[in-house]
T-cell receptor, first 114, second 117 residues
Framework: AQKVTQAQTEISVVEKEDVTLDCVYETRDTTYYLFWYKQPPSGELVFLIRRNSFDEQNEISGRYSWNFQKSTSSFNFTITASQVVDSAVYFCALLTGANSKLTFGKGITLSVRP | NAGVMQNPRHLVRRRGQEARLRCSPMKGHSHVYWYRQLPEEGLKFMVYLQKENIIDESGMPKERFSAEFPKEGPSILRIQQVVRGDSAAYFC???????????????FGAGTRLSVL
C-alpha cells in the first residue's frame, strides 16, 4: 500500500524567511513518482514538480528547491526568501508504476506574514 | 490552451437531490481522474476513466456515486440522493497518458464545492 505523510500541519513564517516542508512516503514499488502541488486560498490545485524514483538529483526552480532522498524516503520542499504569495496549502503526492492514482498527504498550511 | 475546466464551481443541493459535476479535460488529454477533498483532509482518489471506459473505481463509494466519460462531451460525476456527508470539494484532473514509465502529470481543475443542506 502507498502512503504519504506530511507531519507538519501548519507553519507560520515571516516574509523573507526560508521554510522547509517535509514529506515522507511509503511504497514497495521500485518505480514511482513524487509530486508537489500548491493549493492557494482561491482553491485550485497547481502542479509544482514531478520527480521519478530513478532520479535523486535535487532540483531548483527560482526560490523553490526539492530534496529527494531515497534512503530516508523523503521528498522535502524548501522555499527560500518566502513571500506572502506563497501562503497556501502544499500537498505532497505519490504515484506508483502499478496504477495511475495519486496518493496525497494531508497537506501543510503555510502562512507567510508580512 | 485552456486548462481543466470544471463546472459548476459551487453547487448547493438539498438532501435527497442529485448532483452532477462536469469536467472537461485539457486539450489532447484522454485520461480523467476524480478526487474528493473533505474538510481538513487531503485529496482522496475516487475514479479513473478513459474515453468510454472506467479503468479504476476503487475509491468510489459503491452506492449513489457513478462516473462516466463519454466519447463526446465532458466527464460527469453523478451523486444520487445526496446526504450531508457528501459535502466536499470534488476535483477533476486530466493527463495525456497514464501508467508505466510514461506516466504523465495530472493537471487539476479548480474544483466543484458541493454543499448539501
Amino acid at each position: 500500500a502507498q502512503k504519504v505523510t506530511q507531519a507538519q500541519t501548519e507553519i507560520s513564517v515571516v516574509e523573507k524567511e526560508d521554510v522547509t516542508l517535509d514529506c515522507v512516503y511509503e511504497t514497495r514499488d521500485t518505480t514511482y513518482y513524487l509530486f508537489w502541488y500548491k493549493q492557494p486560498p482561491s482553491g485550485e490545485l497547481v502542479f509544482l514538480i514531478r520527480r521519478n524514483s530513478f532520479d535523486e538529483q535535487n532540483e531548483i526552480s527560482g526560490r523553490y528547491s526539492w530534496n529527494f532522498q531515497k534512503s530516508t524516503s523523503s521528498f522535502n520542499f524548501t522555499i527560500t526568501a518566502s513571500q506572502v504569495v506563497d501562503s497556501a496549502v502544499y500537498f505532497c503526492a505519490l504515484l506508483t508504476g502499478a496504477n495511475s492514482k495519486l496518493t496525497f498527504g494531508k497537506g501543510i498550511t503555510l502562512s507567510v506574514r508580512p | 490552451n485552456a486548462g481543466v475546466m470544471q463546472n459548476p464551481r459551487h453547487l448547493v443541493r438539498r438532501r435527497g437531490q442529485e448532483a452532477r459535476l462536469r469536467c472537461s479535460p485539457m486539450k489532447g488529454h484522454s485520461h480523467v481522474y476524480w478526487y474528493r477533498q473533505l474538510p481538513e483532509e487531503g485529496l482522496k482518489f475516487m475514479v479513473y476513466l478513459q474515453k468510454e471506459n472506467i479503468i479504476d473505481e476503487s475509491g468510489m463509494p459503491k452506492e449513489r456515486f457513478s462516473a462516466e466519460f463519454p466519447k463526446e462531451g465532458p466527464s460527469i460525476l453523478r451523486i444520487q440522493q445526496v446526504v450531508r456527508g457528501d459535502s466536499a470539494a470534488y476535483f477533476c484532473a486530466s493527463s495525456q497518458k497514464a501508467g508505466g514509465l510514461a506516466v504523465n502529470i495530472q493537471y487539476f481543475g479548480a474544483g466543484t464545492r458541493l454543499s448539501v443542506l
